[in-house]
């Protein structure tokens, strides 16, 4: 509560150069919670792994799977009745398999957001737990419990799995596009970064990539020596292309690690024209039951340890090699509030070719499907594509959709408990414009917000076209 209120009230009056040390600050403070712990020793152990046979993570991930389940029926209320209404035993779960899946209950996103801070939380918590909100893409975020040990566990997974893969590692100074408003206003003239000297982190704002204001950005990277770039994909992009578009000489990196939206070929191709480094690929969630990441080789592996991905198609069959088919997670490394047979809402293609020259007997995806979303043009010509925290803390608002259909005309359809009030309305309508500038807005109160075949809406949609 007191960082919240820090970030919203505080930190948006300082200077700069405050600003700066606030970020470094928070970086301290981030850093011992997610390196510190059991951080190397779990580091450690994400990296044997990587040499496992298929018969090895079979025996993993059902060992840990009947721990996990054992830990839920005996500690979680929302499990206890769902597996007894299951007719599911505390011996049957003991000696459960991969093939016993399909005998418990979803888990659906509704549960998650109504119950994940009551009856699906353990009544064995770990002290120092903090609660974090998802990005919410399709709707409401959904709040996910980390305990430090297990934060800093997935932290390890991050480093093995992602960075390691591509190159770099923690200590690699970086630069990052993503959701933390570190300028907040929508009209702001720079400048666009800010630098956590801790994690030798330059941070960027995801919310005023536009050609005017591309040099800064690229000053950024020189001044914080950056060497890799990481966030969101589309912003990643929307900064090289104007970086190229503007004939700007931009530092050479070692690598591009992109999340949220999914990495196109062309996307790839300029990263390279415009870095002269390889990009990676990656699936992953506040959730944290599931981790998808791209290899030296350019395969997208499935991590077993993290959690086990089932693939289902709408049929409710698994799918098989070359069949998309919607993820259902079950996480192994949350015991605080587990998440079994989750539906996150994502849709994969399970490849053919299960063999890669890197040698890691990890599950192959051939994509990440679903994630590409329209994009916003805003009045100066900048381009963005997230908008997750207008939503975020909103009393009754289940669902929302930005739809832009000029460049200065927005609307907002919500999904809602109950009527909206003048203050959430309020509220809407100052996120919209922190981000973009003075807009015109119209926010619709709607019963439903149509989906599409994989039963996902996109969380934006916009008529207006890029600029020539």
Not at 282 to 301: D, I
């Amino acid at each position: 509560m007191l960082i919240g209120w820090f970030q919203t009230s505080v930190y948006p009056r300082l200077p700069v150069s405050i600003q700066n040390m606030a970020i470094a600050v928070f970086g301290y403070l981030w850093n011992r919670r997610r390196f510190g712990g059991i951080y190397k020793t779990a580091l450690k152990s994400w990296k044997l792994r990587e040499v496992f046979s298929n018969d090895e993570w079979k025996n993993y991930q059902e060992a840990e799977l009947q721990k996990l389940l054992q830990h839920a029926v005996t500690t979680v209320p929302f499990y206890r009745q769902a597996f007894e209404s299951s007719g599911l035993t505390h011996q049957q779960l003991s000696t459960f398999t991969l093939a016993d899946l399909h005998r418990l209950p979803y888990l659906e996103k509704s549960a998650l957001r109504s119950l994940g801070e009551s009856r699906l939380l353990s009544s064995k918590r770990e002290p120092g737990g903090e609660f974090f909100s998802s990005s919410g893409s399709t709707g409401t975020p959904t709040k996910i419990l980390f305990s430090p040990r297990m934060h800093q566990a997935w932290s390890a997974a991050f480093e093995a799995r992602i960075r390691h893969w591509a190159g770099v590692t923690i200590a690699t100074p970086r630069g990052t596009i993503g959701g933390r408003r570190i300028v907040e206003d929508g009209d702001s003239k720079g400048p666009f970064y800010r630098y956590n000297f801790i994690e030798k982190q330059t941070y960027f704002s995801a919310y005023h990539i536009s050609r005017k204001a591309v040099r800064n950005y690229v000053e950024g990277m020189i001044k914080g020596k950056v060497e890799y770039m990481t966030g969101y994909a589309m912003s990643n992009y929307f900064l090289a292309r104007f970086i190229e578009e503007e004939g700007i000489q931009a530092p050479n990196l070692k690598a591009v690690i992109t999340s949220s939206e999914k990495l196109t070929q062309e996307m790839r191709e300029t990263f390279r024209r415009v870095y002269g480094c390889d990009s990676y690929d990656g699936y992953s969630g506040v959730e944290a039951c599931g981790l998808v990441s791209e290899c030296s080789a350019g395969s997208l592996h499935i991590s077993p340890d993290v959690g086990i991905i089932e693939l289902i198609k709408t049929d409710g069959n698994p799918a098989q090699p070359g069949e998309e088919g919607e993820a259902v997670c079950t996480g192994l490394l949350n015991y605080d509030q587990p998440l079994i047979r989750y539906r996150i809402g994502d849709v994969l293609r399970l490849s053919k070719v299960q063999e890669c020259s890197c040698k890691v007997n990890m599950p192959i995806v051939d994509e990440i499907v679903g994630r590409v979303e329209d994009t916003v043009i805003g009045v100066d010509g900048r381009e963005m594509v997230r908008f997750h925290g207008i939503f975020v803390d909103l009393p009754g608002v289940v669902e929302g959709q930005v739809i832009q259909h000029t460049i200065n005309e927005f609307e907002i359809k919500l999904v809602t408990t109950s009527n909206v009030s003048p203050e959430i309305r309020k509220t809407l309508e100052t996120r919209m414009i922190s981000q973009l500038g003075p807009i015109n807005l119209a926010i619709i109160e709607v019963a439903a917000i149509p989906r599409n075949q994989n039963g996902k809406f996109k969380a934006i949609i916009s008529y207006v076209k890029r600029p020539a």
